[in-house]
Protein backbone atom coordinates (compact mmCIF):
# COMPACT_ATOMS: atom_id res chain seq x y z
CA UNK A 1 0.00 0.00 0.00
CA UNK A 2 0.86 3.63 -0.85
CA UNK A 3 2.72 5.31 2.28
CA UNK A 4 2.31 9.06 1.76
CA UNK A 5 5.19 11.50 3.56
CA UNK A 6 5.73 15.09 5.27
CA UNK A 7 8.34 17.10 3.79
CA UNK A 8 10.41 18.52 6.42
CA UNK A 9 13.47 20.23 6.16
CA UNK A 10 13.38 19.09 1.87
CA UNK A 11 13.57 15.42 3.32
CA UNK A 12 10.53 13.22 3.55
CA UNK A 13 9.98 12.07 6.96
CA UNK A 14 9.31 8.16 7.55
CA UNK A 15 6.28 8.61 10.00
CA UNK A 16 5.79 7.20 13.07
CA UNK A 17 2.10 7.01 12.93
CA UNK A 18 -0.27 6.89 9.83
CA UNK A 19 -3.90 6.58 9.02
CA UNK A 20 -5.88 5.12 5.97
CA UNK A 21 -7.31 7.47 3.38
CA UNK A 22 -9.82 5.89 1.32
CA UNK A 23 -11.64 7.03 -1.67
CA UNK A 24 -15.28 8.94 -1.22
CA UNK A 25 -16.74 7.27 -4.21
CA UNK A 26 -16.17 3.92 -4.00
CA UNK A 27 -14.54 3.19 -0.29
CA UNK A 28 -11.58 2.05 -1.44
CA UNK A 29 -8.06 2.03 0.08
CA UNK A 30 -6.24 5.16 -1.26
CA UNK A 31 -3.33 5.16 1.08
CA UNK A 32 -1.63 5.62 4.68
CA UNK A 33 -1.23 9.28 5.28
CA UNK A 34 0.97 10.22 8.28
CA UNK A 35 0.14 11.65 11.57
CA UNK A 36 2.85 14.45 13.29
CA UNK A 37 4.07 14.04 16.39
CA UNK A 38 4.33 17.05 18.70
CA UNK A 39 7.63 16.26 18.18
CA UNK A 40 7.64 16.46 14.25
CA UNK A 41 6.04 19.94 15.05
CA UNK A 42 8.50 21.24 16.48
CA UNK A 43 10.85 19.94 13.92
CA UNK A 44 8.62 21.61 11.29
CA UNK A 45 8.28 24.68 12.96
CA UNK A 46 12.81 24.94 13.67
CA UNK A 47 13.06 24.00 10.10
CA UNK A 48 10.68 26.86 8.67
CA UNK A 49 12.93 29.38 11.13
CA UNK A 50 16.49 28.53 10.13
CA UNK A 51 15.62 28.92 6.60
CA UNK A 52 13.77 32.10 7.10
CA UNK A 53 16.18 34.57 7.51
CA UNK A 54 18.64 33.03 4.25
CA UNK A 55 15.22 32.90 2.36
CA UNK A 56 14.26 36.28 3.13
CA UNK A 57 18.01 37.84 2.13
CA UNK A 58 17.60 36.42 -1.34
CA UNK A 59 16.33 39.02 -3.37
CA UNK A 60 12.81 39.84 -5.05
CA UNK A 61 13.89 38.80 -8.68
CA UNK A 62 15.22 35.46 -7.15
CA UNK A 63 12.15 34.36 -5.17
CA UNK A 64 9.79 35.61 -8.20
CA UNK A 65 12.10 33.36 -10.70
CA UNK A 66 11.63 30.80 -7.96
CA UNK A 67 8.13 31.18 -7.80
CA UNK A 68 7.38 30.84 -11.27
CA UNK A 69 9.41 28.02 -11.38
CA UNK A 70 6.57 26.53 -9.27
CA UNK A 71 3.92 27.32 -11.40
CA UNK A 72 5.97 24.97 -13.99
CA UNK A 73 5.89 22.15 -11.78
CA UNK A 74 2.61 22.22 -10.70
CA UNK A 75 1.62 22.57 -14.55
CA UNK A 76 4.20 19.75 -15.28
CA UNK A 77 2.38 17.22 -12.86
CA UNK A 78 -1.28 18.79 -12.87
CA UNK A 79 -2.72 15.51 -14.52
CA UNK A 80 -1.26 12.99 -11.98
CA UNK A 81 -2.44 15.80 -9.15
CA UNK A 82 -5.81 16.15 -10.55
CA UNK A 83 -5.78 12.46 -10.71
CA UNK A 84 -4.74 12.03 -7.03
CA UNK A 85 -7.35 14.91 -5.90
CA UNK A 86 -10.19 13.29 -7.85
CA UNK A 87 -9.57 9.85 -6.04
CA UNK A 88 -9.17 11.53 -2.68
CA UNK A 89 -11.58 14.28 -2.68
CA UNK A 90 -14.32 13.32 -4.90
CA UNK A 91 -14.67 16.43 -7.47
CA UNK A 92 -14.57 15.08 -10.89
CA UNK A 93 -11.75 15.39 -13.01
CA UNK A 94 -13.97 16.85 -16.04
CA UNK A 95 -15.98 20.22 -16.03
CA UNK A 96 -14.66 22.30 -13.23
CA UNK A 97 -13.23 19.75 -10.78
CA UNK A 98 -10.00 18.49 -10.23
CA UNK A 99 -8.06 19.86 -13.51
CA UNK A 100 -9.62 23.26 -13.02
CA UNK A 101 -8.51 22.66 -9.27
CA UNK A 102 -5.00 22.65 -10.82
CA UNK A 103 -5.29 25.55 -13.19
CA UNK A 104 -6.11 27.39 -10.40
CA UNK A 105 -3.42 25.93 -8.71
CA UNK A 106 -0.86 27.13 -11.50
CA UNK A 107 -2.70 30.62 -12.01
CA UNK A 108 -2.56 31.55 -8.11
CA UNK A 109 0.84 30.54 -8.52
CA UNK A 110 1.62 32.70 -11.58
CA UNK A 111 -0.06 35.88 -10.41
CA UNK A 112 1.95 36.19 -6.83
CA UNK A 113 5.11 35.83 -9.39
CA UNK A 114 4.03 38.49 -11.40
CA UNK A 115 3.59 40.93 -9.06
CA UNK A 116 6.16 43.34 -6.53
CA UNK A 117 5.64 45.32 -3.68
CA UNK A 118 8.10 48.23 -3.99
CA UNK A 119 9.12 50.63 -1.41
CA UNK A 120 6.59 53.77 -0.92
CA UNK A 121 7.64 57.15 -0.10
CA UNK A 122 4.88 57.87 2.32
CA UNK A 123 5.91 61.62 3.00
CA UNK A 124 8.51 64.19 2.06
CA UNK A 125 9.39 67.88 2.59
CA UNK A 126 12.53 69.43 2.84
CA UNK A 127 13.61 68.05 6.48
CA UNK A 128 12.60 64.33 6.14
CA UNK A 129 11.95 61.38 3.65
CA UNK A 130 9.89 58.29 5.29
CA UNK A 131 9.80 54.98 3.27
CA UNK A 132 7.18 52.37 3.64
CA UNK A 133 8.71 48.71 2.88
CA UNK A 134 6.97 45.73 3.29
CA UNK A 135 9.84 43.10 4.84
CA UNK A 136 8.28 39.14 5.54
CA UNK A 137 6.65 38.45 9.11
CA UNK A 138 8.69 35.28 9.65
CA UNK A 139 7.63 31.56 9.85
CA UNK A 140 3.50 31.07 8.45
CA UNK A 141 1.50 28.34 9.58
CA UNK A 142 -1.04 27.27 7.40
CA UNK A 143 -4.26 25.71 8.02
CA UNK A 144 -6.27 24.19 4.99
CA UNK A 145 -9.31 22.68 4.65
CA UNK A 146 -10.78 19.40 2.58
CA UNK A 147 -12.91 21.30 -0.20
CA UNK A 148 -9.93 22.66 -2.36
CA UNK A 149 -7.11 21.11 -0.70
CA UNK A 150 -4.75 21.84 -3.32
CA UNK A 151 -5.92 25.25 -4.45
CA UNK A 152 -6.51 26.61 -0.86
CA UNK A 153 -2.93 25.55 -0.24
CA UNK A 154 -1.38 27.29 -2.42
CA UNK A 155 -3.35 30.22 -1.66
CA UNK A 156 -1.97 30.16 1.38
CA UNK A 157 1.55 28.73 0.97
CA UNK A 158 2.37 30.78 -2.24
CA UNK A 159 2.35 34.68 -1.35
CA UNK A 160 3.71 33.71 1.49
CA UNK A 161 6.99 32.41 0.21
CA UNK A 162 7.12 35.28 -2.46
CA UNK A 163 7.50 37.53 -0.35
CA UNK A 164 10.58 36.26 2.23
CA UNK A 165 8.16 33.77 4.64
CA UNK A 166 8.91 29.83 5.14
CA UNK A 167 5.82 27.90 5.67
CA UNK A 168 4.12 24.91 7.75
CA UNK A 169 1.31 23.81 5.83
CA UNK A 170 -0.41 21.72 7.64
CA UNK A 171 -3.63 20.47 5.23
CA UNK A 172 -7.11 18.62 6.37
CA UNK A 173 -7.18 14.91 8.06
CA UNK A 174 -9.72 14.13 5.19
CA UNK A 175 -7.49 15.13 2.45
CA UNK A 176 -3.69 15.22 3.37
CA UNK A 177 -2.30 12.85 0.28
CA UNK A 178 -2.58 14.98 -2.91
CA UNK A 179 -1.20 17.89 -0.68
CA UNK A 180 1.70 15.97 0.73
CA UNK A 181 2.82 15.04 -2.99
CA UNK A 182 2.23 19.00 -4.42
CA UNK A 183 4.25 19.51 -1.50
CA UNK A 184 6.89 17.07 -2.35
CA UNK A 185 7.01 18.05 -5.74
CA UNK A 186 7.61 21.67 -5.04
CA UNK A 187 10.40 21.46 -2.98
CA UNK A 188 12.45 20.03 -5.91
CA UNK A 189 12.74 23.94 -6.70
CA UNK A 190 12.84 25.12 -2.86
CA UNK A 191 15.69 25.52 -0.79
CA UNK A 192 15.03 22.81 2.22
CA UNK A 193 13.06 24.57 5.44
CA UNK A 194 11.06 26.80 2.82
CA UNK A 195 7.74 24.87 2.24
CA UNK A 196 7.18 21.95 5.24
CA UNK A 197 4.11 20.02 6.32
CA UNK A 198 2.51 18.31 9.20
CA UNK A 199 -0.18 16.32 9.07
CA UNK A 200 -2.99 15.19 11.89
CA UNK A 201 -6.20 16.68 13.59
CA UNK A 202 -6.98 19.63 15.15
CA UNK A 203 -4.83 18.68 18.31
CA UNK A 204 -1.53 19.07 15.94
CA UNK A 205 -2.92 22.23 14.29
CA UNK A 206 -3.80 23.76 17.29
CA UNK A 207 -0.06 22.71 18.59
CA UNK A 208 1.04 24.49 15.28
CA UNK A 209 -1.18 27.79 15.42
CA UNK A 210 0.04 28.31 19.48
CA UNK A 211 3.66 27.32 18.96
CA UNK A 212 5.70 30.51 20.32
CA UNK A 213 7.93 30.44 17.21
CA UNK A 214 4.93 31.25 14.57
CA UNK A 215 4.88 35.19 13.11
CA UNK A 216 1.95 34.49 11.02
CA UNK A 217 -1.45 32.13 10.49
CA UNK A 218 -3.55 31.68 7.27
CA UNK A 219 -6.41 29.73 8.13
CA UNK A 220 -9.45 28.70 6.21
CA UNK A 221 -12.16 26.44 7.53
CA UNK A 222 -15.17 26.56 10.10
CA UNK A 223 -16.13 29.62 12.35
CA UNK A 224 -15.52 27.61 15.35
CA UNK A 225 -12.26 26.54 14.28
CA UNK A 226 -11.52 29.94 13.37
CA UNK A 227 -12.00 31.31 16.68
CA UNK A 228 -9.60 28.76 18.50
CA UNK A 229 -7.48 29.63 16.22
CA UNK A 230 -7.77 33.35 17.34
CA UNK A 231 -7.13 32.20 20.94
CA UNK A 232 -4.08 29.82 20.01
CA UNK A 233 -2.57 33.12 18.58
CA UNK A 234 -2.25 34.79 22.15
CA UNK A 235 0.67 32.43 22.39
CA UNK A 236 2.56 34.08 19.65
CA UNK A 237 0.66 37.22 18.94
CA UNK A 238 0.23 36.04 15.07
CA UNK A 239 -1.57 38.41 12.72
CA UNK A 240 -4.24 35.70 11.12
CA UNK A 241 -6.06 35.70 8.05
CA UNK A 242 -9.28 33.97 8.46
CA UNK A 243 -11.14 32.71 5.90
CA UNK A 244 -14.72 31.27 7.70
CA UNK A 245 -16.81 30.42 4.68
CA UNK A 246 -19.84 31.87 4.14
CA UNK A 247 -23.56 31.42 3.50
CA UNK A 248 -23.74 33.38 -0.16
CA UNK A 249 -27.10 34.79 -1.45
CA UNK A 250 -27.70 35.36 -4.67
CA UNK A 251 -31.05 37.47 -5.66
CA UNK A 252 -32.69 37.25 -8.94
CA UNK A 253 -34.02 40.86 -9.89
CA UNK A 254 -37.59 40.79 -10.89
CA UNK A 255 -38.06 40.36 -15.05
CA UNK A 256 -34.71 38.62 -15.91
CA UNK A 257 -34.77 36.24 -18.27
CA UNK A 258 -33.81 32.90 -16.14
CA UNK A 259 -33.03 30.89 -19.28
CA UNK A 260 -29.98 33.39 -19.55
CA UNK A 261 -28.63 32.84 -16.58
CA UNK A 262 -29.41 29.33 -15.12
CA UNK A 263 -26.61 27.71 -15.86
CA UNK A 264 -24.22 30.58 -14.09
CA UNK A 265 -26.85 30.38 -10.96
CA UNK A 266 -25.97 26.44 -11.32
CA UNK A 267 -22.18 26.40 -11.04
CA UNK A 268 -22.34 29.29 -8.75
CA UNK A 269 -24.57 26.97 -6.36
CA UNK A 270 -23.55 23.06 -7.08
CA UNK A 271 -19.51 24.02 -8.05
CA UNK A 272 -17.52 20.80 -6.06
CA UNK A 273 -20.94 19.18 -5.09
CA UNK A 274 -21.55 23.19 -3.11
CA UNK A 275 -18.42 22.47 -0.66
CA UNK A 276 -17.37 25.74 -1.83
CA UNK A 277 -17.03 28.83 0.56
CA UNK A 278 -18.15 31.39 -2.36
CA UNK A 279 -21.04 29.32 -3.49
CA UNK A 280 -24.73 30.31 -3.75
CA UNK A 281 -26.37 28.99 -0.47
CA UNK A 282 -29.72 30.36 -0.53
CA UNK A 283 -31.14 31.99 -3.73
CA UNK A 284 -33.72 34.55 -3.84
CA UNK A 285 -36.00 34.44 -6.77
CA UNK A 286 -39.15 37.20 -7.16
CA UNK A 287 -42.24 35.39 -7.18
CA UNK A 288 -43.42 36.05 -10.79
CA UNK A 289 -40.07 34.64 -11.44
CA UNK A 290 -39.94 31.74 -9.12
CA UNK A 291 -41.18 29.05 -11.50
CA UNK A 292 -39.33 29.70 -14.49
CA UNK A 293 -35.87 29.69 -12.13
CA UNK A 294 -37.02 26.81 -10.61
CA UNK A 295 -37.50 24.56 -14.02
CA UNK A 296 -34.43 26.01 -15.68
CA UNK A 297 -32.01 24.76 -12.98
CA UNK A 298 -34.30 21.33 -13.00
CA UNK A 299 -33.38 21.37 -16.50
CA UNK A 300 -30.07 21.90 -16.34
CA UNK A 301 -29.70 19.51 -13.00
CA UNK A 302 -31.41 16.79 -14.84
CA UNK A 303 -28.75 16.69 -17.47
CA UNK A 304 -25.74 16.04 -14.75
CA UNK A 305 -24.15 13.19 -14.24
CA UNK A 306 -23.17 11.94 -10.92
CA UNK A 307 -20.98 9.09 -10.18
CA UNK A 308 -17.03 8.29 -9.66
CA UNK A 309 -14.98 11.26 -11.03
CA UNK A 310 -12.58 9.31 -12.77
CA UNK A 311 -15.23 8.78 -15.22
CA UNK A 312 -14.74 11.46 -17.60
CA UNK A 313 -18.72 12.06 -18.21
CA UNK A 314 -19.50 12.23 -14.68
CA UNK A 315 -19.59 16.20 -13.70
CA UNK A 316 -20.84 16.02 -10.02
CA UNK A 317 -18.96 13.55 -7.59
CA UNK A 318 -19.72 12.46 -3.86
CA UNK A 319 -19.40 14.47 -1.02
CA UNK A 320 -15.91 14.49 0.48
CA UNK A 321 -17.04 13.00 4.10
CA UNK A 322 -19.18 11.13 6.35
CA UNK A 323 -19.29 14.19 8.26
CA UNK A 324 -20.30 16.54 5.54
CA UNK A 325 -23.09 13.65 3.82
CA UNK A 326 -24.83 13.48 7.02
CA UNK A 327 -24.42 17.14 7.43
CA UNK A 328 -26.81 17.83 4.45
CA UNK A 329 -28.61 14.73 4.57
CA UNK A 330 -30.21 16.10 7.83
CA UNK A 331 -30.46 19.97 6.50
CA UNK A 332 -32.47 18.17 3.91
CA UNK A 333 -34.48 15.90 5.55
CA UNK A 334 -35.72 18.98 7.99
CA UNK A 335 -36.91 20.77 4.79
CA UNK A 336 -38.84 17.89 3.68
CA UNK A 337 -40.36 17.27 7.62
CA UNK A 338 -41.56 21.10 7.47
CA UNK A 339 -43.23 20.41 3.94
CA UNK A 340 -40.63 22.28 1.48
CA UNK A 341 -40.66 21.33 -2.14
CA UNK A 342 -37.93 18.83 -2.55
CA UNK A 343 -36.87 18.44 -5.93
CA UNK A 344 -34.38 15.85 -6.59
CA UNK A 345 -32.10 15.24 -9.56
CA UNK A 346 -29.63 12.05 -10.83
CA UNK A 347 -29.18 8.78 -10.37
CA UNK A 348 -26.67 8.22 -7.55
CA UNK A 349 -24.63 5.19 -7.52
CA UNK A 350 -25.52 2.87 -4.24
CA UNK A 351 -21.67 2.81 -2.79
CA UNK A 352 -19.96 6.25 -1.85
CA UNK A 353 -21.01 9.51 -0.45
CA UNK A 354 -23.31 10.22 -3.26
CA UNK A 355 -26.42 12.93 -3.23
CA UNK A 356 -28.64 13.85 -5.93
CA UNK A 357 -28.21 17.63 -6.81
CA UNK A 358 -31.32 19.31 -4.97
CA UNK A 359 -33.39 22.21 -5.10
CA UNK A 360 -35.24 22.74 -2.55
CA UNK A 361 -38.00 25.40 -2.90
CA UNK A 362 -41.22 26.62 -0.35
CA UNK A 363 -38.76 27.31 1.95
CA UNK A 364 -38.50 30.33 3.92
CA UNK A 365 -35.97 32.35 6.14
CA UNK A 366 -35.31 30.77 9.41
CA UNK A 367 -35.45 27.04 7.92
CA UNK A 368 -32.46 25.74 8.74
CA UNK A 369 -31.11 24.87 5.62
CA UNK A 370 -31.48 28.73 4.81
CA UNK A 371 -30.00 29.65 7.53
CA UNK A 372 -27.17 26.96 8.28
CA UNK A 373 -24.57 26.46 5.55
CA UNK A 374 -25.09 23.94 4.23
CA UNK A 375 -21.93 22.82 2.08
CA UNK A 376 -23.06 20.80 -0.49
CA UNK A 377 -25.74 19.75 -3.39
CA UNK A 378 -29.20 20.83 -1.86
CA UNK A 379 -29.58 24.75 -2.83
CA UNK A 380 -32.92 26.66 -1.07
CA UNK A 381 -34.94 29.08 -3.29
CA UNK A 382 -36.74 31.54 -1.45
CA UNK A 383 -39.61 33.72 -2.61
CA UNK A 384 -39.67 37.63 -1.94
CA UNK A 385 -42.20 39.89 -3.22
CA UNK A 386 -40.61 42.81 -2.16
CA UNK A 387 -36.53 43.57 -3.26
CA UNK A 388 -36.00 45.72 -0.08
CA UNK A 389 -37.16 42.38 2.00
CA UNK A 390 -34.62 40.42 -0.28
CA UNK A 391 -31.88 42.73 0.44
CA UNK A 392 -32.51 42.72 4.13
CA UNK A 393 -32.84 38.78 3.69
CA UNK A 394 -29.33 38.57 2.29
CA UNK A 395 -27.63 40.75 4.77
CA UNK A 396 -29.95 38.92 7.65
CA UNK A 397 -27.16 36.63 8.95
CA UNK A 398 -23.53 36.80 10.70
CA UNK A 399 -21.98 35.09 6.96
CA UNK A 400 -20.29 37.79 4.81
CA UNK A 401 -18.18 35.83 2.78
CA UNK A 402 -19.60 36.63 -0.95
CA UNK A 403 -23.06 37.47 -2.28
CA UNK A 404 -24.64 38.25 -5.89
CA UNK A 405 -27.35 40.23 -7.91
CA UNK A 406 -28.39 38.82 -11.41
CA UNK A 407 -30.57 40.56 -13.99
CA UNK A 408 -30.63 41.62 -17.44
CA UNK A 409 -29.33 44.78 -17.34
CA UNK A 410 -26.18 44.99 -15.01
CA UNK A 411 -26.91 48.90 -14.33
CA UNK A 412 -29.59 48.07 -12.19
CA UNK A 413 -28.04 44.97 -10.81
CA UNK A 414 -25.53 47.35 -9.46
CA UNK A 415 -27.88 49.82 -6.87
CA UNK A 416 -28.64 46.78 -5.30
CA UNK A 417 -25.14 45.40 -4.98
CA UNK A 418 -23.96 48.33 -3.51
CA UNK A 419 -26.88 47.93 -0.73
CA UNK A 420 -25.16 44.37 -0.07
CA UNK A 421 -23.34 43.19 2.86
CA UNK A 422 -20.13 40.82 1.91
CA UNK A 423 -16.40 40.54 0.98
CA UNK A 424 -17.07 40.62 -2.37
CA UNK A 425 -20.64 41.22 -4.74
CA UNK A 426 -20.52 39.35 -7.93
CA UNK A 427 -22.98 40.99 -10.75
CA UNK A 428 -24.64 37.92 -13.34
CA UNK A 429 -21.45 35.35 -12.11
CA UNK A 430 -20.87 34.14 -8.68
CA UNK A 431 -17.67 33.01 -6.92
CA UNK A 432 -16.00 34.02 -10.12
CA UNK A 433 -12.31 34.91 -7.84
CA UNK A 434 -9.27 36.18 -9.38
CA UNK A 435 -5.73 35.76 -8.94
CA UNK A 436 -5.02 39.45 -9.36
CA UNK A 437 -8.81 40.56 -7.50
CA UNK A 438 -8.62 40.83 -3.31
CA UNK A 439 -11.02 38.09 -2.01
CA UNK A 440 -12.24 37.92 1.83
CA UNK A 441 -14.53 37.65 4.09
CA UNK A 442 -16.85 40.36 5.96
CA UNK A 443 -18.48 40.14 9.73
CA UNK A 444 -18.56 36.12 10.60
CA UNK A 445 -16.59 34.89 7.22
CA UNK A 446 -13.49 36.55 8.89
CA UNK A 447 -11.03 39.09 8.35
CA UNK A 448 -7.62 39.52 5.95
CA UNK A 449 -7.70 39.72 2.28
CA UNK A 450 -5.89 37.31 -0.14
CA UNK A 451 -5.10 37.19 -3.42
CA UNK A 452 -2.95 40.29 -5.43
CA UNK A 453 -1.00 43.38 -3.94
CA UNK A 454 -3.41 43.04 -0.94
CA UNK A 455 -2.62 39.35 -0.19
CA UNK A 456 1.01 40.11 -0.80
CA UNK A 457 0.46 42.45 1.89
CA UNK A 458 -0.60 40.34 4.18
CA UNK A 459 2.08 37.88 4.79
CA UNK A 460 4.31 41.08 5.49
CA UNK A 461 5.01 43.96 7.91
CA UNK A 462 5.49 47.37 7.83
CA UNK A 463 8.98 48.71 8.03
CA UNK A 464 9.66 52.67 7.91
CA UNK A 465 12.92 54.36 6.86
CA UNK A 466 12.88 57.50 8.15
CA UNK A 467 15.34 59.50 7.35
CA UNK A 468 16.91 63.51 8.42
CA UNK A 469 17.77 65.14 5.16
O1 LIG B 1 -13.64 22.32 9.49
P1 LIG B 1 -12.43 22.75 10.41
P2 LIG B 1 -14.28 20.89 9.20
C1 LIG B 1 -17.20 24.50 6.99
C2 LIG B 1 -18.28 23.57 6.43
C3 LIG B 1 -18.06 22.30 7.20
C4 LIG B 1 -17.56 22.81 8.53
C5 LIG B 1 -16.72 21.83 9.32
O2 LIG B 1 -19.56 24.09 6.75
O3 LIG B 1 -19.22 21.54 7.35
O4 LIG B 1 -16.80 23.95 8.23
O5 LIG B 1 -15.65 21.32 8.52
C6 LIG B 1 -7.97 22.26 11.18
N1 LIG B 1 -6.40 24.44 15.55
N2 LIG B 1 -16.05 24.59 6.12
O6 LIG B 1 -14.56 20.15 10.47
O7 LIG B 1 -12.44 22.01 11.70
C7 LIG B 1 -8.44 20.96 10.56
O8 LIG B 1 -7.59 19.90 10.90
C8 LIG B 1 -5.84 24.45 14.32
C9 LIG B 1 -15.94 25.79 5.32
O9 LIG B 1 -13.44 20.19 8.21
O10 LIG B 1 -12.46 24.23 10.48
C10 LIG B 1 -8.42 21.37 9.08
O11 LIG B 1 -7.08 21.32 8.58
N3 LIG B 1 -6.36 23.81 13.27
C11 LIG B 1 -14.56 25.98 4.82
C12 LIG B 1 -8.89 22.82 9.12
O12 LIG B 1 -8.66 23.26 10.46
C13 LIG B 1 -7.51 23.13 13.45
C14 LIG B 1 -13.85 24.77 4.32
C15 LIG B 1 -10.36 23.03 8.77
O13 LIG B 1 -11.15 22.24 9.60
C16 LIG B 1 -8.15 23.08 14.71
C17 LIG B 1 -14.06 23.62 5.20
C18 LIG B 1 -7.54 23.78 15.78
N4 LIG B 1 -8.09 23.82 17.01
C19 LIG B 1 -15.16 23.57 6.03
N5 LIG B 1 -9.28 22.35 14.59
C20 LIG B 1 -14.38 27.14 3.91
N6 LIG B 1 -14.08 28.31 4.49
O14 LIG B 1 -14.43 27.03 2.71
C21 LIG B 1 -9.34 21.93 13.30
N7 LIG B 1 -8.26 22.40 12.61
Same mark, same amino acid.
Given at each position: MQKYQNVVNGELAEPVESHKIFNPANGDLLGLAPISTENEVEQAVSAARDAQLAWARRSDKERAEITARIAKVLEENSEYLANLITREQGKPLSGPGSRFEMQACVGWTQGPASLELTPEVVYEDDERKDTLHRVPLGVVAAIAPWNWPLMIAIWQIIPAIRMGNTVVLKPSEYTPIATLEMVRLINQVLPPGVLNTITGDGRIGSKLTSH? *? +? *?KIMFTGSEATGRRIIEASTHNLAPITLELGGNDAAIVLPGTNAGAIAEGLFWGAFLNMGQ? /?? /? +?KRLYVHEDDYEAVMSSLGNIASQMTIGDGTDENVLIGPLQNKMQYEKVRELVADARANQCDVREFGDTPDKGYFLPVTLVGDINDGQRLVDEEQFGPALPIVRYRDLNAAVASANRLPAALGASVWADDPATAAETASRLEAGTIWINQHGAIHPMVPFGGNKASGYGCEFGLEGLKAVTQARVISLKK
Open positions: P *D +I *DT /CA /C +I
